[in-house]
T-cell receptor
Framework: DAMVIQNPRYQVTQFGKPVTLSCSQT?????MYWYQQKSSQAPKLLFH???????NEADTPDNFQSRRPNTSFCFLDIRSPGLGDAAMYLC???????????FGPGTRLTVL | AQSVTQPDIHITVSEGASLELRCNYS??????LFWYVQSPGQGLQLLLK??????LVQGIKGFEAEFKRSQSSFNLRKPSVHWSDAAEYFC?????????????FGQGTRLTINP
């Protein structure tokens, strides 16, 4: 089945230690999104790639970066995680400007 | 500013009872509206969507929603809930203005099912 895959499902890191979260998709969608969802809150868009074009949300901290080496993969890098960055990170994809987004299962990040 | 409001943070219903989850939006143009469901520790699954046309839309798992422009609402309903419906439900509106293509989510409603 075509799907959005996120690895790892659970990630534990130390305060200030860089961490990378991975997202891959077999849907061949050209748009990929990263959301941050803190406990009991709504998902919040961090940034998205439309093909190779990177679109950052105005309020996304500089601590968060992203890479998209090819259509299938997208990475979220947190350069110096703080305790406030503990959250569920959701990857989603869509085909062009169509409105329907397909979500992966998420990676739960714990910062010690 | 465009926003989505889900007035109920937590709702508890008995299994077999009917359900209605409320969603109100603030958006100047014709909204594109969605309901997503999130089971604990999981990603979001699309239940249904409204773009245009018939204001009563059918979704998966027996859910439906009705778009009411006069009330700026898009409430989710199910005639008879099952224990497996216990989850978090998010209403969302798609913003597609000036290049900003993104979903804006409501705060979510947590649904608990009593046996």
């Amino acid at each position: 089945d075509a799907m959005v895959i996120q690895n790892p499902r659970y990630q534990v890191t130390q305060f200030g230690k860089p961490v990378t979260l991975s997202c891959s998709q077999t849907l061949n969608h050209n748009v990929m999104y990263w959301y941050q969802q803190k406990s009991s809150q709504a998902p919040k868009l961090l940034f998205h790639y439309y093909d190779k074009d990177f679109n950052n949300e105005a309020d996304t901290p500089d601590n968060f970066q992203s890479r998209r080496p090819n259509t299938s993969f997208c990475f979220l890098d947190i350069r110096s995680p703080g305790l406030g960055d503990a959250a569920m990170y959701l990857c989603a994809t869509s085909r062009g400007r169509t409105l329907e987004q397909y979500f992966g299962p998420g990676t739960r990040l714990t910062v010690l | 500013a465009q926003s989505v409001t889900q007035p109920d943070i937590h709702i508890t219903v008995s299994e077999g009872a009917s359900l209605e989850l409320r969603c109100n939006y603030s958006y100047g143009a014709t909204p594109y509206l969605f309901w997503y469901v999130q089971s604990p520790g999981q990603g979001l699954q699309l239940l249904l969507k409204y773009f245009s046309g018939d204001t009563l839309v059918q979704g998966i798992k027996g859910f439906e929603a009705e778009f009411k422009r006069s009330q700026s609402s898009f409430n989710l309903r199910k005639p008879s809930v099952h224990w497996s419906d216990a989850a978090e439900y998010f209403c969302a509106v798609f913003l597609g203005i000036q290049g900003a293509q993104k979903l804006v989510f409501g705060q979510g409603t947590r649904l608990t099912i009593n046996p």
